[in-house]
């Protein structure tokens, strides 16, 4: 990976009500979706990543940032900044972003062409969108 060392990452798709996650597996190699955050509650979110940041000793959190098309941060971005400080301050490790831009429709593709229904899409769409995400960053990182 990265000549940091850093080998275990945890991805987030931060959503009004879901929050899809993603990591890479121990070797820090393979990434992995984990499942969602069924949440509205910003704290418990917050809460429920960092006890899966202690479980799976994470060093880096990475948060997609939904950017505009010229890259700028509309009103759901802001909200995702704020999101982040408020997770950066709950954890021990730093907590960076990637743009996400269509990480979503990429994810929606990828359970499409894996011959899934439209319902089991729906279900999985979150996690792929932080798999998505953790890819954008590893890729950044090598």
């Keep these: 990976m990265s000549d940091t060392g850093i080998r275990r990452v945890l991805a ?7 929050t899809g996650l993603a990591a890479t597996d121990w070797t820090g190699t393979i990434p992995v ?20 940041v202690a479980e799976r000793e994470t060093q880096v959190v990475v948060v997609g940032m939904p950017l505009s098309a010229d890259g700028t941060t509309g009103p759901r ?15 021990q490790v730093p907590v960076h972003t990637v743009d996400e831009s269509s990480s979503t ?3 929606h593709e990828r359970l499409k062409a894996g011959g899934l229904k439209a319902s089991r899409r729906k279900q999985l769409a979150d996690s ?8 954008r960053y590893l890729s950044r990182s090598r």
Excluded: M, S
């Design 33 to 52: 979706p984990l499942g969602r955050i069924d949440a509205r509650d910003e704290a418990h979110v917050v809460k429920a990543i960092a006890a899966l």
């Design 105 to 107: 429709d990429e994810a």
């Design 12 to 18: 987030v798709d931060f959503g009004d009500a879901r």
């Design 77 to 91: 971005a802001q909200r995702t900044a704020a999101f982040r400080e408020r997770l950066q301050a709950a954890l």
């Design 128 to 135: 792929v969108a932080a798999l998505v995400i953790l890819e």
